[in-house]
């Protein structure tokens, strides 16, 4: 019965990602106008749908939808922000997506410990998912600068990968601890 969850979280997890990395993230300001204002934010719902996987799936759900994801886009199918193929590899924004795994894992092992059924922490597991993706992903850029990889300066890849969404990517926890935690005391999880 476990493999049969995890599979299943595995699955919905991949098209979660998948899904979300096509929906540009935005925020509802609430004004006293009708209607609300909405905020558009530098980033999409792919990295939250991640991070939703571990917090509600575990850690073995979303390293398999990580895995899986990675291998799409790998085998050129366009599901990545710039497009797919293998030479993806050489992009900048590969570390990021390579972080994928260890933060789905990191995620999901801090979402399942006893204790962890309330908003504050499954934020803190988010946050530590979202921060493991930028470590990668900044090691990526260093490496790749160090080798003289691509044209742009090393400052300005920080600021377009890792400073630019951030700020928004670490909102976007919030959220996915919103919607988590009805659902994981839904399903029985503790």
């Keep these: 019965?476990?493999?049969?969850?995890?599979?299943?979280?595995?699955?919905?997890?991949?098209?979660?990602?998948?899904?979300?990395?096509?929906?540009?993230?935005a925020v509802l300001l609430p004004t006293a106008e009708f209607p609300t204002r909405v905020l558009s934010l530098p980033s999409t719902w792919q990295v939250p749908a991640l991070?939703?996987?571990?917090?509600?799936?575990?850690?073995?759900a979303g390293v398999m939808a990580a895995v899986a994801y990675i291998t799409i886009g790998l085998v050129d199918l366009p599901v990545f922000h710039d497009g797919?193929?293998?030479?993806?590899?050489l992009t900048p924004a590969?570390?990021?997506?390579?972080?994928?795994?260890?933060?789905?894992?990191l995620t999901g092992r801090l979402a399942h410990q006893s204790g962890m059924n309330d908003l504050a922490r499954l934020t803190?597991?988010?946050?530590?998912?979202?921060i493991?993706?930028?470590?990668?992903?900044?090691l990526n850029l260093l490496?790749?600068?160090?080798l003289n990889r691509w044209s742009d300066s090393l400052p300005e890849l920080l600021f377009s990968y890792?400073?630019?969404?951030?700020?928004?990517?670490l909102a976007l926890c919030v959220a996915i601890a919103l919607l988590a935690l009805p659902i994981r005391r839904l399903l029985w999880i503790e």
């Design 1 to 25: 019965m476990r493999a049969l969850a995890t599979w299943s979280g595995a699955i919905a997890g991949l098209l979660l990602i998948l899904v979300g990395s096509l929906v540009p993230a």
């Design 51 to 60: 991070l939703f996987c571990g917090l509600v799936c575990g850690p073995r």
């Design 84 to 89: 797919g193929g293998f030479g993806y590899v």
């Design 94 to 105: 590969f570390g990021y997506l390579a972080g994928f795994v260890p933060a789905a894992w």
């Design 124 to 130: 803190l597991a988010g946050v530590a998912g979202v």
């Design 132 to 138: 493991t993706i930028q470590l990668c992903g900044i």
């Design 143 to 146: 490496l790749g600068a160090s």
């Design 162 to 169: 890792s400073l630019g969404p951030l700020p928004a990517q």
